[in-house]
């Protein structure tokens, strides 16, 4: 399955993110989980036990899923934070 945008949406500036030391498109205003998505990055973070891939889950803060380190900040949850230019994000997945 390629990974893709929806076609029609109003978006913000596009910026560049990198993730994992790759540069992505990114738009302003979205979350970082909705960038990776469309970057076809579904595997974010690791299960402490077991190391099994985790993705996004709950989509909303609710659960930690999909926390990676975003700017060296450690346990950050990517659906309900923004990107912004120069965001650096390093997922353990």
Not at 7 to 15: Q, S
Not at 62 to 71: P, Y
């Amino acid at each position: 399955m390629k990974a893709q945008r929806i076609n029609g949406i109003e978006r913000g500036e596009p910026i560049t993110i990198t993730v994992n030391g790759k540069e992505i498109q990114a738009y302003a205003g979205e979350s970082i989980a909705a960038a990776l998505l469309a970057a076809g990055q579904r595997n974010i973070h690791q299960s402490v036990k077991g190391g099994a891939p985790r993705g996004y889950f709950c989509g909303m803060g609710m659960c930690f899923d999909c926390v990676a380190t975003v700017d060296g900040i450690p346990n950050v949850r990517t659906c309900v934070t923004q990107v912004h230019p120069g965001c650096i994000v390093e997922t353990s997945s």
